[in-house]
């Protein structure tokens, strides 16, 4: 596909209120940059339609002007795009947010090639035909745009609405045919308290649910539901999804995140990261290419950051971050430090700092230490940590037989975290 072909998709799939309007993205210093940053999804879907169908780079913001939109519209304002290789100026030309693979923002470079891999690798998975979809995710955010995207190039119907409004018993009605829901861990658990919405997604094919931890009550009570569920796993750097779980294998008791779209190749290092090769791989961070950046191992392929195992049947099982940063409550925490606190106390022979999935904050801080020391005193502890922001300081603290370490001497965080007991469960 060509960039022009999908320009004419996505003006063709604009709903008719948008439809012929041009609705121009906002111009950046530098010849041929443009930024898309529009509240609105119907104005950010024009917007957008609008800067493809031009040749200049194009660059998605947070319109709420948080770190993300500032940073965006920053980087297409200043960095030089020097480096990009003369023959590759066609590509690459999509700058989405993305967290990167070891926390701070960075800008992963897609585009009509990207994009429609990801499509046609969705489309061959589930059979879907005409992929309709209804879209509570920003448009920013790659999980939201390719929710469009899919939409788009197969001929479906794209429909966007507000998640406010979704939570508060607004339940759009749909159109007949084969319908797609995509969201994060929270929202399904806030609509599961709503018999109405819990009817109403039973209608549809499937309900994507990634970007976060599920933890295991959250998962049951959707199968108790009879939701049709698919735990999927991607990131902004492979064009969202590259594994997904049918909702048949979910309701059937499976909890992994599925297998590899047949458009990915998904394997491990020996260290257990897990690897991502295909043709919806991102060009590289902007304004660096794909080979030059500390998390790519060689062209075309991407090291996650992400821990995690592929069972006898192929399927993926994702353990946590590999690159130590927790997100809790939205928020980074470095495990080092809160690690160096702890030790400071005198109370630990040895301590690790992990995310475990929590219904809460996405990851809660948790404290290991090799079970069999002595009681760690808790108003030594706690004084320890009183510099720390409370987001930072651990929310339990777990002794952990077995002590893992690797053949370097060095604690096996992998390891570590397959030992820890699931939420809630009390090891008494």
Request: charged content about 25%.
């Amino acid at each position: 596909m060509e960039r022009l072909e999908l320009a004419r998709l996505l003006r063709a799939s604009l709903p008719a209120e948008v439809k012929g309007v041009g609705i121009p993205p906002q111009a950046a210093p530098g010849a041929g940059r443009v930024v898309v940053e529009e509240r609105d999804p119907l104005r950010f879907m024009g917007a957008l339609a609008s800067a493809v169908e031009g040749t200049g780079r194009v660059f998605l913001a947070d319109p709420h002007r948080g770190r993300a939109g500032r940073s965006a519209t920053d980087l297409a304002a200043s960095q030089d795009d020097a480096r990009a290789d003369p023959s590759q100026a066609q590509l690459g030309w999509l700058m989405i947010p993305s967290g990167g693979t070891g926390g701070g923002l960075k800008l992963a470079r897609h585009d009509h090639e990207t994009l429609s891999a990801a499509v046609d690798g969705f489309s061959r998975f589930f059979g879907a035909g005409p992929v309709n979809s209804l879209g509570i995710l920003p448009l920013h955010h790659v999980s939201g745009l390719m929710a469009w995207m899919r939409s788009a190039l197969t001929g479906g119907e794209y429909k966007p609405w507000d998640w406010k409004r979704l939570e508060e018993g607004g339940l759009p009605e749909l159109a007949a045919g084969r319908w797609f829901l995509s969201m994060v861990p929270t929202q399904l658990q806030r609509l599961l308290a709503s018999a109405s919405a819990v009817g109403w997604m039973r209608g549809f094919s499937a309900v994507f649910v990634g970007g976060g931890p599920v933890w295991p009550e959250l998962a049951s009570a959707a199968a108790d539901a009879r939701l049709p569920v698919s735990l999927s796993y991607g990131t902004t750097e492979t064009a969202a999804m590259v594994a997904a779980l049918r909702p048949e294998d979910f309701l059937a008791g499976e909890r992994s995140s599925g297998e590899a779209l047949p458009h990915a190749s998904i394997d491990l290092t020996p260290d257990g990261v897990v690897r991502v090769a295909g043709p919806s791989l991102f060009r590289g961070y902007y304004p660096d290419w794909l080979g030059g950046d500390a998390d790519c191992s060689e062209p075309r392929r991407f090291l996650t950051g992400d821990l995690g195992t592929i069972d006898g049947r192929g399927r993926l099982h994702i353990l946590g971050r590999g690159d130590l940063v927790i997100i809790t409550g939205g928020r980074k925490a470095d495990p080092l430090e809160i690690e160096r606190a702890l030790l400071a106390t005198g109370e630990f022979s040895d301590v690790v700092v992990v995310g475990v999935p929590d219904p809460e904050w996405g990851e809660a801080v948790v404290a290991c230490y090799p079970a069999g020391q002595k009681q760690p005193d808790a108003a030594r502890v706690a004084r320890g940590l009183a510099d720390l922001p409370a987001f930072k300081r651990p929310r339990r603290f777990e002794p952990v037989p077995d002590w893992p370490r690797n053949p370097q001497g060095k604690v096996d965080r992998r390891a570590l975290l397959g030992r820890l007991p699931a939420p809630g469960v009390n090891r008494d």
